[in-house]
Every structure is written in C-alpha cells, then in structure tokens.
C-alpha cells in the first residue's frame, strides 16, 4: 500500500471512545441500538484477528470450503432436489457463519459532537434550527434518542424545522444476506505490518488544519466551478489554486514533486488517476445500449449562477426551508468538460448509472475479460447469467445498494459529520463578528487563506457557495453515498474485465463541450481500464461532492474504500454459489491484488 494511500490513527489527534452512558450512544459507540442486531453479532474479542472490514486486507476467500458439484446425482446426472436444497442450505449458512467471524471493530469519531455543546461542529441540517449555526438542543436530542432506539416510532418524532425531511436514517439498520455487515466495517490491524490500516477514520476534527485545507480546496473548487478542465494548465485561478494548496502540508490530493500543479487540482490519488485527461474515459467515449446510441453529451446548468451565498438563504436551507430556485439549465448538450458540468451529471444520477455505462463502454472498446474468468479460454461455452452481460449489469445494482447501507450505518450512527455548506457558515459567522454565538472555531489556514478573500470579493460573504439551490443532500457527509458505489462498483467491473488492457484512441472533450478530439498526450498509451475506472470513481464523487460543494475530499476517499471492501465481501461470498470453478485476481485501490477463488 502506497505510502499516501494508508490512513492511520493519528496518536495525537482527539478520538471518540466508546462510551458508558447509553443515552450517548450515537457519540461515536457505534453500537447499533437493535436488540437483535446485538443478539446476532454479539460481542466479539481478539480484534488482532480482524481479517475482515473484508476488501481492505484479508486477500483470501472467507470461504475456504469446496463444495462438491455433483455429490448427490441421479441418474442422469442431476442434483436430487432434497440434496441440492441441503448444499444450497449448507453454502448459505458457511457464508453466514464467515461473516459471523468478523470481530466487530471500534468505530472512532473525531470527537467533535461531544467537544461544542451547541453540536456547531455536528450535522443538524434540517432539524429545528435556533438561529445561525445553532441547532434546536432539543430537536438534536428527537434524532439521537431515535438513533439510539431503533424505534422506528422514534424516527416519527424526530423535531424538523421546515417541510424538507432527513434522508433514510433507518436505511443504516438494514441487515444483508451477503456480505459484512454494516457494523463490522471500521478500524482493523493489518496482518502485513504492525500499522493500523482504517477503513472509516476518524474525519478531520472541526479545529484541525487538515479540516481548513479540505475547506480551503472546496473554496477554490467554487471558483474554477465554470473553467474547462483544459484551460487549468493557463487559468490564472488555477494557478493561484495550484501555488496555495502546495503551501499546505495537511492537503491530501497528488503532487508531482512536492508540488500541486493546475492539471493536478481535484484529482484523487489512486493508480491511474494522474495519467492523461481529467475526464475518464468512460465519461465521454461514446457508446451503444442495446442499438441504442449513446453520445454521452448531458444537459448541463447555466455558467455562474451559484446558490446560498447570502445569509437569510444559508439559514432558511439549513432549517430545513426551501428558497423556492431550481437550477437553470443550459439549452446546449455538451459533453462533461468542467466542475459545473459534473455537478449537473451527479445531481440526478442513478447511482450506479457510470458505471453501468462504463460497462458498455467496456463492450464497445473491445475490451477483454479478467484473465481469471473460466469462460475466457473455453473451446465450447460462454458465460450469461452466470459471467456474461446479464450478471455484470445485475451485480452493478445489487452491489450499489449494499454498500449504501454500510455507508448510512456510518453516517448516521457513528460520524455524523455536517456538510461543507455548514462549515461555510462558520467562517461565515467567525469574519463578520458573531463568532462569539457559537462555541467551535477553525484554523487559521483558511481564515487567512487566499482562496476565502478571492471567493468573497467574487459572492459579497464568506460561505461556501453551492451548486444547488437546497444545498447538500438532508443526511451527513462522511462517508459519501456517492463514493461508496463508486468503490463497489469499480471493484465489480474489476473483477470481470481485464484492468491491464490498455484503452484505444483516448478522447478529450473541446473547451466548449461540444466535441471530442483525439488525446495525443505522452502517456497516452498508459490509459488502462484500471486507471480509467479509479478516475471515473473520483470523477463522479468529486462532481457531486468538490465540484458542487457539498462533501468533502476525504468523504470521498474513505468512501471508495468502504465501497471496495463491500464489493469484495460480496464478491467473497458468492464464490461458493458457482458451478465454475475460478480464480480472479484483480488491483485494489491501493495498488495490491484482491483474489477471490472458489478453487
């Protein structure tokens, strides 16, 4: 694992422990409060044996077991249906009982909740709002006895303070039939070294540098919103960016030796993610659905026209209120050339939706299989719906909405950190005097930063301005929803398609969108399928989240990793299901081989 990939427990950071008083379960216990859940997973010791919060470091199949195919044959060679419904029993509960074996692990918080009184530092959008920055204590409390309980009664009386409601609390208890559970995802020791590998760290606290520098870059992020992504390397934005972010030891995207370079702004930092254009290909090669054609081009929004850059606005979204604005659309189709662009694209979404159409991209480039699939060599079979088009295009879905519930779990019951449109809103109050009316304060970094000054001489104030005119999404930030499909879904392609294969003819989007030219850059020939599908990952995320303003860059890299581990899960737990016999390996996130084998 490369050395920028590892999120480690920093020992000088403020961490949440697990608490003795009940009532402050959702402080960061990350105990679930259903009694059955509890019943099911019960308490397990030996955390040093965490072979799970699966994808990240265990490599090999949780199931170990072979099955044999034709055990109990008639005479014509069939399973008899009372032995085959026996091993179709026996590979449900091995699976179970794998999963069963995965310790649950501590789930950290930054401490931010238990730190302000006033929850400033906490999510509380939509709930009853006592004024800027100042949840209703008593609303607050509506959410955490009902996140305590489980009760879905509870959740009934959770106080709001306008008619915009809270996004899917419960969809954190949702159990699953495969995979890890959701509470069994979080911090686990790695078996090939002695430090701590985190699925789910601790997110930045409040006060923290490493909280103003992702705050910083959201700020920037706003002002290039509307810049090509081509014009980077000549904006004189995106140098100002470029020169600032190099200054700040705490920012966590790519450098090129040491230094943070315009065509580098708002790209992630796993293996691909640097070579050739911004844009991944699978975002813009044109592709057929059926023999439907599929140009890719979008409707987009109007160049800048942002929202809630002024104070009533900002206080009556988070009160949950509406300002009554949708966003305007530009009449031209163009193809995603630019922040604004992946706003648009994610705001409406399917979740799953690029990488489905990654999948057909993949189909038209020609690209071949994992070299580990049993069909890639067969003289007299192809696969269907088991290792052919169907089981690709369902796995896609199925996958997305698991490892969505392993991200509400986290959301909701563990970190409940609030959105960068409320960290706008405390620099808001902290530069115009009113810092005093609340309790929490914020580096330095970014009150004196340039990208503050340069946003307030653009909006007239210091928040964060938004793509959207309701802002961010009613339900916290950290782990992104949009990040986790992202992680489970690429891993899925992964697994079925051969992420060496280097992709032909790479494009690039003209500055205005309207067309697509060849991409004659050095490292062309270095445009892999892995790469490609790393950057359509971050691509997405980043759109709904830097671009837009509403998440934060490590909402999003955490999230990729959770979604992986999902996949892999997954993915370990279905091996067992297929008649084939197989072994895939394929490269994970942080650049090590995942294998999953039924052999």
Not at 156 to 184: H, M, V, W, Y
Request: glycine letters at 12%.
């Amino acid at each position: 694992m490369g050395e920028k990939h590892l999120h480690r427990i920093d020992k000088n950071a403020p961490i949440q422990t697990r608490v003795a008083n009940p009532n402050d379960l959702p402080d960061g216990s990350g105990m679930l409060p259903s009694g059955s859940r509890r019943k099911f997973l019960g308490n397990v010791s030996g955390l040093a044996v965490v072979a799970a919060t699966v994808g990240a470091i265990s490599l090999e199949p949780l199931l170990s077991s072979k099955h044999s195919v034709a055990s109990a044959a008639d005479a014509n060679g069939r399973l008899r249906g009372s032995e085959r419904a026996e091993e179709a029993a026996e590979i449900r509960i091995k699976a179970a009982k794998a999963e069963r074996s995965v310790p649950i692990p501590p789930h950290t918080t930054n401490g931010d909740e238990g730190r302000y009184d006033d929850k400033c530092g906490t999510y509380t959008k939509a709930l009853l709002q006592d004024g800027p920055g100042r949840v209703n204590l008593n609303a607050y409390q509506s959410l955490k006895t009902a996140l305590h309980s489980g009760n879905p009664e509870d959740f009934e009386n959770i106080i709001l303070g306008g008619r915009r409601k809270l996004t899917n609390p419960q969809g954190g208890l949702a159990f699953d039939l495969e995979g890890t559970d959701s509470q069994q995802f979080g911090n686990a020791p790695s078996p090939r070294n002695q430090e701590t590998v985190v699925i789910v760290p601790p997110a930045p606290a409040l006060a923290s540098a490493a909280y103003g520098t992702e705050l910083i870059e959201l700020y920037w992020a706003s002002l290039l919103r509307d810049v090509p992504f081509t014009q980077y390397p000549t904006s004189p934005v995106a140098a100002q960016a470029a020169g600032e972010l190099t200054g700040l030891p705490d920012y966590a995207g790519p450098r090129n030796g040491g230094q943070v370079t315009p065509d580098l702004l708002f790209r992630g930092t796993f293996p691909g993610e640097t070579v050739g254009p911004y844009l991944s290909q699978f975002f813009i090669t044109p592709t057929f659905f059926g023999q439907q054609p599929i140009s890719q081009q979008q409707v987009t929004y109007q160049q800048n026209v942002d929202y809630l850059t002024d104070p009533s606005s900002w206080a009556l979204i988070q009160n949950g209120g509406s300002t009554g604005l949708q966003n305007q659309d530009d009449p031209q189709l163009r193809f995603e050339h630019s922040g604004r662009d992946l706003s648009a694209w994610t705001h409406t979404d399917v979740l799953y939706q690029g990488y489905f159409v990654a999948f057909l991209v993949l189909n038209t480039i020609g690209a071949p299989a994992n070299p580990g699939s049993m069909y890639s060599n067969s003289r007299t079979q192809i696969g269907f719906g088991t290792f052919g088009g169907p089981h690709f295009t369902g796995m896609l879905g199925e996958v997305a909405c698991r490892a969505l519930g392993r991200s509400w779990y986290q959301k909701w019951f563990v970190h409940r950190r609030h959105r960068p449109e409320s960290g706008g809103g405390i620099v808001q109050l902290i530069k115009t005097g009113q810092g005093s009316g609340i309790n929490c304060g914020l580096n330095n970094n970014v009150l004196k930063s340039q990208a503050l000054q340069s946003s307030f001489n653009k909006y007239g104030s210091y928040l964060l301005s938004q793509a959207f005119p309701e802002g961010s999404p009613t339900h916290p930030s950290y782990p992104t929803g949009h990040g986790v499909v992202a992680g489970a879904c690429i891993t899925i392609l992964k697994f079925f398609f051969d992420g060496n294969f280097v992709i032909p003819n790479p494009l690039l989007p003209t500055e205005d969108g309207l067309s697509l030219v060849p991409y004659t850059g050095s490292d062309r020939n270095q445009i892999t399928v892995n790469g490609e599908l790393n950057k359509l990952a971050h691509n997405i995320t980043f759109g709904h989240g830097i671009h837009a303003g509403i998440h934060w860059r490590s909402d999003s890299d955490v999230s990729m990793i959770l979604g992986e581990a999902t996949a892999i899960s997954f993915l370990q737990d279905q091996a067992e299901t297929f008649n084939e016999k197989f072994t895939v390996h394929f490269t994970k996130l942080d650049g090590t081989t995942a294998t999953i084998s039924n052999q």
